[in-house]
């Protein structure tokens, strides 16, 4: 079975700081990973994928399958960062997502 | 734009209330989901669709059923709700692409759900 673990509920770094949120998975197959974030009174939207390997507002992510990991990084935390993070799975040929538990990001002014 | 709308942001209902939860999305995506959001829990998926009239169980289904009888409406349904049921409850859709393809899931605002 699939799980996605983030092991920080919460987080707190000052601005300017280098940022991590940490996320582990445990999947038999080939996940697709995901970052989802929603900041205050906004709904739940996609940061950045995997497969694009692309930087999103700073923020960058790469999926470790050695480690099973994808953790959130950002080298300078903004205060606009500060948000509640969502790690998410989709198994291979799956149309759903599996979320972990999320880690509430807090940045410091 | 796609949008995701719910029909409720905020709902109060009493315990044995049967309790309908709407969502409509507006770009002609083939899947739908369902989702309860709680401190501590994360998003957990009860049910979700793809295609009209298709439903599929997720991981906390009891309790809990859905309709989808057009393709850009989804509902959740309560048949009788209880405390236990008082949380956020997210819509979401996303465009049926190539199997296990990166299609971006888009969520509604959230319907909190209150069962006295």
């Known amino acids: 079975a699939q799980r996605v673990t983030q092991p920080e509920k919460l987080l707190s770094v000052f601005k300017g700081a280098p940022v991590e949120l940490k996320c582990n998975y445990s999947y038999s197959g080939s996940p697709e990973l995901f970052w989802y974030v929603q900041y205050s009174r906004q709904r739940l939207q996609l940061l950045l994928r995997h497969i694009s390997r692309e930087s999103i507002k700073g923020f960058t992510a790469d999926l470790n399958k050695g480690e099973t990991s994808f953790h959130l990084k950002k080298p300078f935390a903004q205060e606009e960062d500060s948000a509640m993070y969502y790690c998410a799975l989709r198994k291979a040929g799956a149309n759903n997502l599996f979320f972990g538990t999320g880690t509430r990001l807090t940045v410091i002014p | 734009d796609v949008k995701v709308t719910q029909s409720s942001r905020y709902l109060v209902k009493r315990t044995g209330e049967k309790v309908f939860l709407e969502c409509v999305q507006d770009m002609d995506h083939e899947n739908m989901f369902w989702y309860r959001q709680d401190p501590g829990l994360g998003l957990r998926l009860i049910y979700f669709s793809y295609d009209v009239k298709m439903k599929e169980k997720g991981d906390i289904p009891e309790g809990y059923s859905v309709s989808r009888e057009k393709k850009e409406r989804f509902s959740l349904i309560l048949e009788s709700a209880s405390t236990n049921q008082t949380s956020m409850y997210l819509c979401?859709?996303?465009?049926?692409?190539?199997?296990?393809?990166?299609?971006?899931?888009?969520f509604g605002p959230g319907t909190r759900l209150t069962v006295l």
């Open positions: 979401a859709s996303r465009v049926m692409g190539l199997a296990g393809g990166s299609n971006e899931q888009f």
